[in-house]
């Protein structure tokens, strides 16, 4: 048995994890309560953040919890399906299972990002990545996660916070999680700060809203 994933169940792996990613819940949700296109409202994304803007809590927090779930559940995927193609969800190589969440959970985030559905126009990964994060390393996802939490209590800036935990969470899933599965929240803590981009320059320019305000 080959201690390495192969290609085709890669390939799968991240079929799979786009697809889930690419699932726009902020999206049906607003439609399916009739508030129409979050991509009206606020700053058009479909993330919870947005979702927040129309002033139903409880939908923003749905939205939160399942754009969480879908990441967390494309990395778990990816596992299962490099432990179905190497003899059994306890058997095969560990850089298999490794590759498996790596394309897996990679995909569901690109998903959220560039959903097909919606013309490659999606959300900001944050709550996507976040699911990623705690399927690779729970210990990882709540230290990033108290940051994030910390850092917008105080400062009262969303992307401030999401910002400050994805810097914390490549570093503490460095020291929690073999390196592969480092290298994955890295790669999708870069894609989150690009997609950031416009924060970053309010944040810089300080003229970034706080929570509560508008975009």
Known sequence: MSDT??????????????LLGA???GLLLTRAAGLGDIRTIGSGNIGATNVLRT?????AAAT?????AKGAAGALAGLLLAGL???GLYQGGVDGWQAGMFAGGLAAVLGHLFPVWLGFKGGKGVATGFGVLFAVSPLAGIGA???WLAVARLSKISSAGALSAFIAAPILTWFAAPPLLALLVLLIAALIFARH?????RLLAGTE????AGK
Do not use: E, S
């Open 5 to 18: 994933i192969n290609w085709p169940t890669l390939l799968a792996a991240a079929a799979l994890g786009y």
């Open 23 to 25: 699932i726009p819940f």
């Open 55 to 59: 002033g139903n809590k409880k939908l």
């Open 64 to 68: 939160l919890l399942l754009d969480g």
């Open 85 to 87: 193609f190497q003899g």
């Open 145 to 147: 996660g108290a940051v």
């Open 197 to 201: 981009h416009a924060n970053i320059r």
């Open 209 to 212: 809203p706080r929570i509560g």
